[in-house]
DNA sequence: AACACGGGGCC
DNA sequence: GGCCCAGTGTT
């Protein structure tokens, strides 16, 4: 049974902080958070610093993806002060295949930070945590009230399409979600963090995005936007924005048998992860072939490598959608000729220099971007 | 206000 | 194989 049954459809204008629907709603949904299997491993925790870790990675990443990583990611680095003293190209390695790598180098930073202003204790107050690197308003909502107990909304995406769609919002702002996820923490006296996982979960769950069920809804009886039919209106999609696509060519450059790895610069596309030389990926639909990759690894690296057959054949196609363009790589096997970028016994270059030479069996030790794993595969397969 | 920023799951 | 998802920082 569900508390469903007490909540009566309201259909009065903008709800307020401690009127009859927004307390029955609160109460309905701790019931409902109560009596649920918790799916998330995260949500035992009581450590400040790891529910900080686990609300960075969930951003805008699947709780089922998560999972490993957080493992990985907490047992390398269990305090605030084992991140803030560890290398950022080490956390960079264990973030390795989760995207979006800023958040692992704001995660770095924020430690550094910690550890500089609150002497290692992960701050309860939402001003000083909203100030550490990348925490917005969702991550310092979500520590203050999970971590703290402090009573702070934490507006995430499902938590946005709950709240939506119970009171059928036309508009979903930001100030508008916080007045009323905030009034429903309110309403759940001194359960803040319940209140602000009941909601999320609820959207995790039951109020998805394409198909909510709402039969199961343990609130069901107080959505304004399922009394009006407007569930699929709530929130209103954002318009599809084009994904063109874009070429580049690089270049696996072998030399005594290593590759030549490269690093990318910290802000930007895949900031700070290792990758192979090559042009910049460029619009427009046409294979590169091998232009230009010559000419841009002596321009921008100083490096001679043999040139290409004109016919050469690509070492492998690699095809890879981001979220706001799409990316067609091809890579060339070539030798080295000549060129600075240390040697290959010099297996510390790496990090200070921006440039390794890495035998196949270290590989793994270097953090790429997801689409090179395959083509790294193949490469350690047959030694050269 | 609009855009940059990954990768995986779903249909 | 294309579509969808979605916090924070930057501009």
Redesign the pocket.
């Known amino acids: 049974m569900t508390a469903s049954s007490q909540i009566s459809p309201s259909d009065g204008p903008t709800p307020r902080a401690g009127d009859a629907h927004v307390t029955a709603l609160a109460r309905a949904l701790l019931d409902w958070f109560d009596s649920r299997e918790r799916d998330v491993a995260w949500r035992h925790e009581r450590d400040p610093y790891r529910i900080w870790v686990a ?2 990675m ?5 709780v ?2 998560v999972a490993s990583y957080y493992a990985r990611f907490t047992e390398r680095f269990p305090t605030v002060f084992a991140l803030a003293e560890a290398d950022l190209d080490e956390v960079l390695h264990v973030w ?8 692992a180098r ?1 995660l770095h930073a ?1 430690a550094g930070q910690i550890v500089e202003r609150h002497g290692g204790e992960v701050p309860s107050d939402v001003e000083a945590l ?1 100030s ?11 520590v203050a009230s999970i971590a703290f107990g402090v009573a702070e909304p934490a ?7 709950v709240i939506s769609r119970l009171f059928d919002l036309e508009r979903s ?1 930001p100030a508008r979600l916080d007045t009323l996820a905030r009034s429903l923490v309110d309403a759940a006296v001194d359960r803040p963090a319940e209140m602000n996982q009941a909601i ?1 979960d609820l ?2 769950s039951v109020c ?4 909510p069920a709402c039969g199961d809804c343990p609130v069901s009886s107080g959505c304004r936007a399922l009394a009006a039919g407007t569930v699929a209106l709530r ?1 209103p ?2 318009e ?2 084009s ?1 063109p696509i874009r070429t580049a060519a690089s270049a696996v450059v072998w030399r005594d048998g290593a590759v030549l790895f490269v690093r990318r610069p910290e ?5 700070g ?1 290792w990758d192979f030389p090559g042009t910049k990926p460029e619009e427009g639909p046409v294979a590169p072939g091998d232009a230009g990759l010559v000419e841009e690894l002596r321009d921008a690296h100083g490096i001679v490598i043999a040139p290409l057959e004109p016919a050469g054949e690509a070492f492998a196609r690699i ?8 990316l067609e790589l091809v890579l060339f096997e070539t030798r080295w000729i000549s060129g600075k970028a240390g040697s290959v016994d010099d297996q510390m270059a790496g990090s200070a220099t921006g440039y390794a030479w890495v035998t196949p069996d270290r590989f793994e030790k270097f953090a ?4 090179l794993r395959s083509p790294l595969r193949s490469l350690g397969q047959g030694a050269r």
């Not at 969930?58 to 699947?62: F, G, L, S, V």
């Not at 550490?132 to 979500?142: D, E, I, K, Q, R």
């Not at 095809?319 to 799409?326: K, L």
């Open positions: 609300e960075v969930a951003q805008q990443t699947r089922g993806t390795q295949g989760l995207g979006y790598y800023a958040r704001h924020a909203r550490l690197s990348g925490v917005g308003p969702y991550t310092a909502g979500a507006v995430d995406g499902n938590a946005r399409r702002t999320m959207g995790g998805s995005p394409r198909r929130p999609r954002r599809p924005r994904s802000r930007g596309l895949l900031g992860l095809r890879h959608a981001f979220s706001h363009f799409h790429v971007p997801a689409y």
